[in-house]
T-cell receptor, first 109, second 113 residues
Framework: GQQVMQIPQYQHVQEGEDFTTYCNSS?????IQWYKQRPGGHPVFLIQ?????EVKKQKRLTFQFGEAKKNSSLHITATQTTDVGTYFC?????????FGAGTTVTVRA | DGGITQSPKYLFRKEGQNVTLSCEQN?????MYWYRQDPGQGLRLIYY???????QKGDIAEGYSVSREKKESFPLTVTSAQKNPTAFYLC????????????FGPGTRLLVL
């Protein structure tokens, strides 16, 4: 079945630095969604990418969908304490949305 | 105030006991879902329903049951057959199929005594 893998599982970042989290699927995806879960909270939708090679930006967050539509990345620049949380990618294929295990981000002030 | 509500926030279960988690939405969404979240793992789909009076098993349905008698409500019962029920349970809804953007409730944390 479809599997979505995310790396790294944990990311410790110095405030002000950049980092990237990666998402890889075993199958070609129709689209990919990204969610953020703050500590103690629930996942909140961030963005959806549909087209091959698509790049979207939300302020300091840059989302990219691979040319083969099997991988995606989230790049955060100038990390702030508000970026703390777990970021999930979710790959869509046919009827199903499959979530990765998430990247949990902590920030050192 | 539109959204998804889950109750209770915390739930304690004794061995051999069935418990039911509530999920209600007033977003007029057709589809609803139940996920289980364990530490260090992603969200695993338990059951989903695309329309009233119909639901489908997800990846880890064993030991769980659901009903969808009303569009707004999708309760999940954790039965005694679920041997490791301690987890964070998240309910979600969307406009259509599981492929659509999903809106999550605040979750219920289930603990076994």
């Amino acid at each position: 079945g479809q599997q979505v893998m995310q790396i790294p599982q944990y990311q410790h970042v110095q405030e002000g630095e950049d980092f990237t989290t990666y998402c890889n699927s075993s199958t070609t995806l129709s689209n990919i969604q990204w969610y953020k879960q703050r500590p103690g909270g629930h996942p909140v939708f961030l963005i959806q990418l549909v087209k091959s090679g698509e790049v979207k930006k939300q302020k300091r967050l840059t989302f990219q969908f691979g040319e083969a539509k099997k991988n995606s990345s989230l790049h955060i620049t100038a990390t702030q304490t508000t970026d703390v949380g777990t970021y999930f990618c979710a790959g869509r294929n046919d009827y199903k949305l499959s979530f990765g295990a998430g990247t949990t981000v902590t920030v050192r002030a | 105030d539109g959204g998804i509500t889950q109750s209770p926030k915390y739930l304690f279960r004794k061995e051999g006991q069935n418990v039911t988690l509530s999920c209600e939405q007033n977003l007029n969404h057709d589809a609803m879902y139940w996920y289980r979240q364990d530490p260090g793992q992603g969200l695993r789909l338990i059951y989903y329903s695309q329309i009233v009076n119909d639901f489908q098993k997800g990846d880890i349905a064993e030991g769980y049951s659901v009903s969808r008698e009303k569009k707004e409500s999708f309760p999940l019962t954790v039965t005694s057959a679920q041997k490791n029920p301690t987890a964070f349970y998240l309910c979600a809804s969307s406009w259509g199929t599981p492929r659509e953007t999903q809106y999550f409730g605040p979750g219920t944390r289930l603990l076994v005594l």
